[in-house]
């Protein structure tokens, strides 16, 4: 669902990034990479993320996405002992995934494919880009990706998953096992300031949103309003939904931590504000008039991506291009495990 009343092309949405500032490893400490605000004069402003307390009032209310990354990524092979990877999009039920498999020759329906531990899926549909695999025999599937998948970086970070990225690709606050990326603003969250959060009395609130590996396709149409956006589950219970509207009626600050916490707030929004399940295809470009988010934790994004038309409805187009021209500039680090931003909503 795409949200605009602009005409808006793909270009206004491509910069050059240099190579060296994509960050393919985390720094040492979360909450130690680097923060640029973006004031409501334009001015730029360069901190730790630790700082991003003291941005914070006591009356706002924190937003955080609390899906957990599945270790996503599968190494298998088909009967004839062809290489085969699969990578996980979504779990259905305990038998039933759907998801992207890749291989040297064509994938058909029929298809069996031989997983870790002896496991076997069978490729039941074909679903545009993806399939629907279904396993031999029921199981725990979260666990069994917990057991025997990897974890699925970003394909820019050119390396396959290791030990630490088990624990730095996940936030530390992680419950609901259930996105094939990580919400990637919340990983600059430690322990150590959720604590101190808690200690100045800020509020904070959890929604779930499962990110989808289309996270990271890049927008191809000229005009993106043709693009076709990918769907995402969500879910937001009843005790969000009593703070966001008692945060509200005080004249406090709704603060998203990334993108996905926006996308929802503002789907929940658009049905009245209400607790709920489902799927969201939002699509938010410029021109979108945003009904609940006030300010945005999000990271740098890759060129001519869904994401870096959704900051730039949120902090303006032309803004958007400064801060991120400075970013360049100040050698800050770019994508997942690169440095955040703070942003406040353009009218």
Do not use: W
């Amino acid at each position: 669902m795409a949200i605009t009343s602009l005409s808006m092309h793909l270009s206004d949405f491509d910069y050059d990034l240099p190579d060296n500032l994509i960050a393919s490893t985390p720094i040492r400490c979360r909450d130690q990479s680097r923060l640029l605000v973006v004031n409501d004069n334009l001015q730029f402003e360069e901190k730790h993320f630790s700082d991003i307390i003291d941005y914070i009032g006591k009356n706002d209310l924190l937003v955080f996405n609390n899906s957990k990354v599945l270790k996503a990524r599968l190494f298998g092979h088909k009967v004839s002992g062809g290489k085969i990877e699969v990578l996980v999009e979504r779990i259905l039920n305990n038998k039933t995934i759907i998801a992207h498999v890749r291989s040297n020759k064509t994938i058909r329906v029929g298809l069996t494919i031989l997983l870790p531990n002896d496991a076997q899926v069978q490729v039941s549909k074909i679903l545009g880009g993806l399939f629907e695999l279904v396993f031999q025999t029921p199981l725990n599937i979260a666990l069994y990706l917990d057991q025997f998948g990897h974890i699925p970086l970003p394909s820019y970070m050119n390396r396959p998953g290791d030990v630490p990225d088990i624990e730095r690709y996940q936030t530390v606050y992680a419950k609901t096992y259930g996105s094939v990326a990580a919400p990637t603003a919340g990983l600059h969250f430690s322990l150590e300031l959720l604590k101190k959060i808690e200690t100045r009395g800020i509020k904070t609130a959890f929604i779930t949103l499962h990110v989808g590996s289309g996270t990271f396709k890049p927008v191809s149409v000229t005009d993106i309003t043709k693009h076709k956006m990918h769907s995402e589950v969500y879910s937001v219970d009843e005790a969000t939904i009593e703070l966001i509207n008692q945060v509200r009626a005080k004249g406090g600050k709704i603060i998203a931590v990334g993108t996905t916490s926006l996308r929802t707030l503002e789907t929940i929004a658009a049905k009245g504000i209400v607790a709920g399940e489902g799927e969201t295809d939002i699509f938010i470009t410029p021109g979108y008039k945003f009904k609940l988010v006030d300010k945005l934790i999000t990271n740098f994004h890759l060129p001519k991506s869904t994401l870096l038309m959704l900051v730039s409805a949120f902090a303006g187009i032309d803004n958007i291009k400064n801060a991120y021209r400075f970013a360049i500039e100040k050698q800050y680090r770019f994508f997942s495990y690169g440095d955040a931003m703070l942003l406040t909503r353009n009218g």
